[in-house]
């Protein structure tokens, strides 16, 4: 793996989470490929995993690219919140080519806050085979009862009055109150940083979600940017939980099996 260009000028915030402090410029924790790696799937999903949550509108074909000598693949990437990664798989069809060197270039990436990274370059090399990752299949009944044991009860996102008008009671609601809706944390108080204003609660167009525009993802997180407690206020989901949410926002959010 190697880092090049000139260092960032990092503003250090006095907001601090977990160690992590804001306006630290996001550190790769590792890659898939590693720098080096020999036999690699002619269908990767690179993955580049950070030490915090990037800004999504950061992510795109010009800032995710790969490279054979002059030749340039062109990739469709992602951010995947939960594990706090991009992926990124070939636009088009055709596989890579048996036994070349290939370069992943990963550069004009920003944390949320808005820090940008320092530029990444991973080398490998093709192998034979054709394996390709697909994306999991949620489970839209095991994801209606995570919110409906944890988010729906008592006074939160349920009864008559839900907090917030958002309703996770039952997929009629999540429907009628979430998908699609703008999120009145982020719109209405203008606190947030550029990466979460605006978002939509959950964000689906054309059938495809987006996890990483779904700013209910980034409160079940409890992202140390989002504006106030994280959810759900009586202790966090387990990794497990976290992921099966958005897997299924991925999917287009469905609502029947």
């Given at each position: 793996m190697?880092?090049?260009g000139?260092?960032f000028?990092?503003?250090l ?5 977990g160690?992590?402090?804001l306006?630290?410029p996001p550190q790769?924790?590792r890659?898939?490929?590693s720098?080096?790696e020999?036999?690699v799937s002619?269908?990767p ?8 949550t990037?800004?999504p509108?950061s ?15 062109f990739?469709?990437?992602?951010i ?6 991009i ?6 069809a055709?596989?890579l080519v048996?036994?070349v ?15 940008p ?6 080398d490998f090399v ?9 994306d ?13 044991n944890?988010?729906s ?8 009055s839900?907090?917030l008008?958002?309703?996770l ?8 109150t ?11 108080t ?13 964000e689906v ?11 209910l993802l ?7 940017l989002?504006v106030?407690q994280?959810?759900?206020?009586d202790?966090a989901?387990?990794?497990r939980?976290?992921?099966e949410?958005?897997n299924?926002?991925?999917a ?5 099996q």
């Open positions: 190697r880092f090049f000139a260092a000028c990092a503003v915030l006095s907001c601090d989470s160690g992590l402090r306006g630290e790769v924790t890659t898939s490929p720098d080096g020999l036999g002619r269908r999903t690179f993955q580049i995993f950070f030490d915090r990037l800004n509108a992510v795109n074909r010009a800032s995710v690219a790969l490279r054979s000598g002059e030749t340039r693949v990739l469709s990437p992602r995947e919140p939960v594990t706090r990664s992926l990124a798989r070939q636009l088009f055709s596989p048996q036994g060197q290939y370069t992943l270039e990963v550069e004009g990436v920003e944390a949320l806050d808005g820090t990274m320092e530029p990444l370059s991973v093709t192998g034979e085979s054709e394996m390709e990752t697909q999991p299949v949620p489970n839209p009944g095991e994801v209606l009862r995570i919110f409906q944890r988010c009860s008592g006074s939160c996102h349920g009864g008559e839900p907090r008008g958002l309703d009671s039952s997929a009629e609601a999540i429907s009628r979430a998908i699609g809706i703008p999120s009145a944390l982020t719109v209405s203008g606190h947030a940083p550029a990466g979460l204003t605006g978002m939509p609660r959950i167009v054309g059938g495809r979600g987006r996890p990483s525009r779904s700013y980034y409160k079940i997180l409890d992202d140390p989002i106030g994280g959810m759900p206020i202790g989901l387990t990794q939980e976290m992921q949410i958005s299924w926002i991925l287009g959010a469905p609502l029947e």
